[in-house]
């Protein structure tokens, strides 16, 4: 289930986000203790849904600032209106802990743990004496210092599971954003979902809709398997769109989440029996070579995989950024003794620069401040150097941008001047965002034929994809999400 909490500073605006929560939430939390001049009937006879009514000093992460009687008291009138669910927590002094206990009626007791500073190493001592309380829900929300903190959590909602026990299990701040997708399909209780961004009631609380509409965790699924990026950062990554929609697409239970890792070996090791293939981005994507136990050749040649697939003979290393822009590339052009010009000396310049050489193009790569980073590109590749400055004294067949220049919000810069674009050069851009950059514009007005990133990010994301699964990659609708999300910014 999706719970939204109901943060509203008045109680005009707590009606009207209970109004917009209704067409997602699957139940609603009242925190009473964020809404100003609370009207608890009122508020309660709101909604058709079901509602938890929640009063949280500060020490508990809440803002109540009356006493602990005047706290408990209020939970008591939501328990004589009816309220379905009240939560209270375990560290209630003991007396009023019991009067609540003792006289719940109908209104299930969701009893509560939280620790704002750390996952504690072992939370099971923890849950066995919340069991011993004769609370219907136990709750137990810890913060994330490592992503290795929502294993603990995934291991203690397996035996609460195991046991009948029904458990709201859940890790907070960045570090813990996994759970709150993967907690309910886990055997969770529910999950907190933000109706908007800024009404979050804790960190790392994710938007309702997302959870609804891309993670689909409203819908309990057997047997699915666990896909990913890992990377850090990994906020702005589109991976979870697309990857979640061509699931959708196809009917496959599986899901695709975003892991932000610190330390790729021990992030492997740990989750390695977790998830059946992974996105690789930056920095991660040299340093998962030595864990594989087989690489590509193109993966290999270029020390980086941006793929990671499950095989019977164990996990095997890919890279389709390169065979992704190759895909693009010659949907356009023969590469074939084609010159190519390649702006830019990171990772994705590398891998295209090695595919394109791989197909007999004659390739420079150009530099700017860094000459000596390039210079290194130039000799791994085995290509000619060239000064940003200096490139308008030679033809090119096809133009690659590889750097960030014209990336949103920098929609106005561009990494080659307009006055050297010739009619007939096949243009590239790596940056998808946006769509069109000033380059491509540029290049289009001279009579170039451009490519944009948004096809090599799709071609890369559809290897991915169908290597994973072994089917068919609705391309279609992968392109359509990513262009939807890229409109909305």
Request: charged residues 25%.
């Amino acid at each position: 289930m999706i719970c939204i909490p109901i943060v509203g500073s008045s109680m005009e605006k707590a009606l009207e986000d209970i109004s917009s929560a209704e067409k997602i939430a699957d139940i609603i939390e009242l925190r009473l203790d964020l809404i100003a001049n609370f009207d608890l009937p009122a508020l309660m006879q709101a909604t058709a849904l079901p509602c938890i009514i929640t009063n949280r000093t500060k020490t508990e992460g809440g803002q109540f600032k009356g006493t602990e009687g005047e706290r408990v008291q209020i939970l008591r009138q939501a328990i004589e209106a009816g309220a379905d669910y009240v939560d209270i927590e375990t560290s209630t002094p003991r007396e009023l802990l019991k009067s609540v206990l003792d006289n719940k009626g109908k209104t299930k007791i969701i009893l509560s743990f939280h620790n704002f500073t750390n996952t504690m190493e072992d939370l099971e001592p923890l849950y066995e004496i919340m069991c011993e309380l004769p609370g219907d829900i136990l709750k137990i929300v810890t913060y994330a210092q490592d992503i290795s903190d929502n294993l603990k959590m995934f291991k203690l909602l397996e035996r609460a599971q195991k046991e009948g026990r029904k458990l709201i299990g859940l890790c907070m701040g960045e570090h813990g954003e996994l759970s709150r997708v993967l907690s309910p399909l886990l055997g969770g209780f529910l999950t907190f979902g933000a109706l908007e961004t800024g009404k979050e009631s804790a960190p790392g609380q994710i938007l309702a809709s997302t959870l609804k509409n891309v993670y689909r965790v409203d819908r309990p699924r057997k047997n699915f398997k666990v896909y990913g990026v890992i990377g850090n950062p990994v906020s702005k990554s589109m991976g979870y769109l697309i990857h979640n929609r061509a699931f959708q697409e196809i009917g496959s239970p599986d899901i695709y989440v975003s892991f932000l890792v610190k330390n790729v070996e021990k992030f492997f090791n740990e989750f390695k029996e977790f998830f059946s293939g992974l996105s690789v981005t930056m920095p991660c994507k040299e340093n998962i070579i030595p864990l594989m136990d087989e690489v590509d050749a193109t993966a290999q040649k270029i020390g980086a995989a941006n793929t990671v697939v499950k095989e019977k003979n164990g996990w095997k290393g890919y890279n389709t950024d390169c065979t992704g822009a190759i895909q693009a590339l010659e949907a356009q052009v023969d590469l074939t003794d084609k010159n190519v010009l390649i702006i830019g000396s990171g990772g994705t310049a590398k891998a295209i620069g090695y595919g394109v050489t791989a197909k007999g193009a004659r390739l420079t790569v150009t530099y700017n401040k860094n000459k000596e980073r390039s210079k290194k590109l130039a000799e791994e590749l085995g290509c000619r150097l060239a000064s940003i400055r200096d490139i308008g004294d030679h033809d090119f067949d096809v133009l690659i941008n590889c750097s960030p220049v014209g990336m949103s919000p920098h929609i106005d810069t561009t990494p080659f001047p307009i006055r050297n674009l010739k009619s007939g050069m096949v243009v590239c851009d790596c940056v998808y965002h946006p769509p069109e950059t000033r380059l491509l514009k540029e290049a289009r007005s001279a009579g170039c034929t451009v490519i944009s990133g948004v096809e090599l990010f799709i071609n890369q994301a559809v290897g991915q994809f169908e290597m994973w699964t072994g089917k068919k990659a609705p391309v279609k609708a992968m392109r359509d999400v990513l262009m939807e999300k890229i409109e909305e910014k």
